[in-house]
C-alpha cells in the first residue's frame, strides 16, 4: 500500500493497485482498441471493440509537449491525425483539436485524441481492462514512463488495474517507480539474451513478445520463469491455435470481428 492507493479522506483502497496473486486478463485483447474496425487509439475504437465481446483493450500511451497522456501509436501525427509533424512538440490544446477519426472513414470524422484519463474513465464506466502501452517519442523515454505511472497511480481505482508494457526499459522503470503497485509487461520482438534478469529486475509478471517468438520452448522456459506469456498481433485461426495450444496467457488481435473477446 502506498500514499497514492488511499483516498483523498486517506482510507484504504485495499487491492486496487496490486498485482493479484492469479491473473485477472481475459486471453483476448484488442489492438488499439478495436484493431482494424475502427480508428485505432480513439474512444470509438474501444467502443467498437466492446460492441464485439472484447473486455480488455491495448492502447499506445505517449505525451505531450506540455505532459498530457494521451493515445497515438506513431511519433508522427500524419498518419492517423490531420495534423502534421512530431506529435511531442505540440501542447496538449493543439493535440486536442486534431481530427483523428476522418482518416479511418467519414463516419468518425471529428473523433478526437483520447487522454489517458479520459480513456481511464471510460473503461472504469464499462469494467473494460487496459493493457497500456507506454510508446514514448525518441529521448522521452523517463518522462513518458513517469507521466503514465503517474496517471495510473492517480486516476485507476477499480480493479483489475491496467497491464503496463513498453518495448523502452527506461519508460518501464520510470513507470514502476510512479507507479509501483501496477503490474508490468516486458514487451520485446524476441526474447533475447538477458530477457530474464531484465524482465525481474523491472517486477515485471508477464512477456509480450511477437507471435513468431513463442514456440514450445520459449513458453515452457518463460512460465517456468514465472511469468505470464502474451503475444500481438495474432490475427490469424492457425496461429491463434498455435499460440493457444502452447498456453499463452493473453492474445492481442486485430480481428476483433472475428475471435471471441
Ligand atoms: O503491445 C503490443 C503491440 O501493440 C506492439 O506493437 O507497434 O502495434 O504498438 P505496436
Ligand atoms: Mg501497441
Known sequence: MTPGDRSP???ARPGVLETRGGWPYPRWIAHRGAGLLAPENTIAAFRAGA????????????????????????????RTTDGHGAAVEFDWAALSRLDAGSWHGPGYA?????????????????????????????????RTGRRVGEVLRA???????????????PALAAAASAAPGVPRALLCER??????SCAARLGCVAIVA??????EE????????????????????????????????GLITDRVDHFPG
Open 9 to 11: 479522506s486517506g482510507e
Open 51 to 78: 460492441a464485439n465481446g472484447f473486455r480488455m483493450f491495448e492502447c499506445d500511451a505517449r505525451l505531450s509537449a506540455d505532459g498530457e497522456v494521451f493515445l497515438l501509436h506513431d511519433d508522427l501525427l500524419e
Open 110 to 142: 471529428g473523433e478526437r485524441l483520447p487522454t489517458l484519463a479520459g480513456v481511464i474513465q471510460e473503461c472504469e464506466a464499462h469494467g473494460w481492462m487496459l493493457n497500456v502501452e507506454i510508446k514514448p517519442a525518441p529521448g522521452d523515454e523517463e
Open 155 to 169: 486516476q485507476w481505482r477499480s480493479a483489475p488495474p491496467p497491464l503496463l508494457s513498453s518495448f523502452s526499459l
Open 191 to 196: 526474447l533475447v539474451p538477458g530477457w530474464r
Open 210 to 215: 511477437a507471435q513468431a517468438a513463442w514456440n
Open 218 to 249: 520459449t513458453a515452457k522456459v518463460v512460465a517456468e520463469a514465472g511469468f505470464r506469456r502474451l503475444a500481438y498481433t495474432v490475427n490469424t485461426d492457425a496461429e491463434a491455435a498455435r499460440l493457444a495450444a502452447l498456453g499463452l496467457e
